[in-house]
């Protein structure tokens, strides 16, 4: 059987098979007789009252889950936490947690304190209880109704110049562009405004490096070659219309922004997807890298105006029933200086994410001790290495390294931010000794 429909705005070139949803199958196959039964009666004529607003109770708090106490529940610990810092203590924010929420040793853990990438904790956490483990950024190309194509972006991270080429390829296939000489592409690249690339707080002096590289849709090699490629636009259209030109063809390339909707009757011709979450979390996490972390944020609040990411976040995270106070969300990489998170509330998102469904994925992008990521050549004694999956943090003054540490005695969630010590990692090494060696310290 087929069935008339009309097709209007944006669509695809190629449709999947459509069907319908259980309950529109169910009443698709009922005889007439028995839809008539289902059909609630018609009220007699009369006036009517419209009912009164129903007012719903706000959610219950999320249950089931441990929450991390409020008290410090093992003093052996927390004493040898806080021998270990002696004189530093001023400068550093510990919190160490059991999986049954027990807040273990706590050491300044509710002061704010800039966290660097470990701001990354959050973005990633986000994204992937958003989005799912297998979600993929894309970068489209349209081809619109007068014949012009359009280039569409999410950031995707991985964007490179063979994939350009595909593009290029495509859209002379396509005939060029309608009203135009053969082999003539109209291409319209739709992109961020600059002054939007860059997230105002971070330091100009940090734009010109590659982990400052600037934040748009249509990014080549996240926009960076070796340092960072301060025009992002001028770049992809070059390689495009160098692209275009060793096939045989002409460009006239237009940049429009990206918030302008597609018309009506756009096609898409092609759609070129990036690697799936979890590979995104490991580059963000494992790596941290800065563009990625700030595409995940922007893409899974569904807003690239960085107040509205930046609101969307926190609101994820009061529904995730995380302490709060102290909190400041300004960007999604750590970069900016005005971030504050305090050692409590990633301890608590850290065991918060340990109970998620994807868990798993969540650990699985962590930097790992001594073998992988930007912990490769940390911690690399027997006691450590290969046991604290984790995130670490680096600016200027900063130093900050939370994740989980695996004990005899199962998973610990340990959280240390310095601003201010003079060997932090030294500092964070020996904590982690002390959380390791001191599991019999702590007896439920």
């Avoid at 441990?66 to 400068?91: D, H, K, N, W, Y």
């Avoid at 690339?197 to 971070?202: A, E, R, T, V």
């Avoid at 390294?401 to 201010?420: E, F, H, K, P």
Wanted: proline share 9%; aromatic share 6%.
């Amino acid at each position: 059987m087929t069935f008339p429909f009309a097709i209007s705005g944006p669509r695809r070139l190629r449709f999947a098979s459509s069907g319908f949803s259980g309950l529109a199958l169910l009443l698709a196959l009922q005889p007439a007789a028995a839809l008539a039964q289902t059909r609630p009666a018609v009220p007699a004529p009369g006036p009517v009252t419209p009912p009164a607003l129903a007012r719903l109770p706000a959610p219950p708090p999320p249950s089931g889950l441990p929450q991390l106490q409020s008290q410090v529940s093992c003093p052996a610990l927390q004493q040898r936490i806080q021998a270990t810092l002696g004189g530093e203590a001023g400068a550093w924010s510990i919190s160490v947690a059991d999986p049954s929420g027990r807040l273990l040793a706590e050491v300044n853990g509710r002061t704010p304190r800039v966290p660097a990438s470990n701001q990354k904790l959050i973005t990633t956490a986000f994204a992937l209880d958003q989005l799912g483990p297998d979600h993929r950024l894309s970068t489209r190309l349209w081809q619109l109704p007068d014949g012009r194509f359009r280039l569409t972006g999410e950031g995707d991270p991985d964007l490179a110049l063979p994939h350009l080429q595909r593009f290029a390829q495509l859209a002379l296939r396509n005939g060029g562009s309608s009203g135009t000489a053969t082999g003539v592409v109209r291409l319209e690249l739709a992109e961020e405004p600059s002054q939007v690339w860059w997230p105002s707080g971070w330091n100009p002096a940090d734009r010109a490096y590659a982990y400052g590289a600037p934040i748009t849709r249509l990014a080549v090699t996240s926009n960076a070659i070796q340092d960072a490629v301060q025009n992002p636009p001028a770049r992809l259209q070059t390689l495009l219309q160098r692209s275009i030109t060793q096939q045989g063809g002409q460009a006239q390339l237009q940049l429009v922004s990206s918030r302008s909707p597609l018309p009506d009757g756009a096609v898409l011709l092609y759609e070129q997807p990036s690697a799936p979450m979890h590979n995104l979390l490991s580059l963000a996490n494992s790596e941290s890298h800065n563009f990625t972390a700030e595409v995940l944020m922007r893409q899974t609040a569904g807003s690239w105006d960085l107040a509205q990411a930046q609101q969307r976040t926190t609101t994820w995270l009061m529904s995730q029933g995380l302490p709060l106070q102290g909190i400041r969300i300004i960007d999604g990489s750590g970069l900016d200086r005005s971030n504050r998170l305090t050692s409590h509330f990633i301890a608590a998102l850290l065991l918060r994410m340990d109970q998620h469904p994807y868990a798993r994925n969540y650990l699985a992008s962590m930097a790992v001790s001594g073998q992988r990521g930007t912990l490769r050549n940390l911690f690399t004694d027997p006691a450590l290495q290969g046991r604290f999956y984790a995130k670490t943090g680096t600016l200027r003054g900063v130093r900050a390294i939370s994740g989980v540490l695996l004990t005899s005695d199962g998973a610990r969630y340990v959280a240390a931010i310095s601003n201010g010590s003079a060997q932090p990692n030294t500092v964070i090494g020996q904590v982690l000794r002390q959380v390791q060696s001191g599991t019999s310290l702590c007896p439920l």
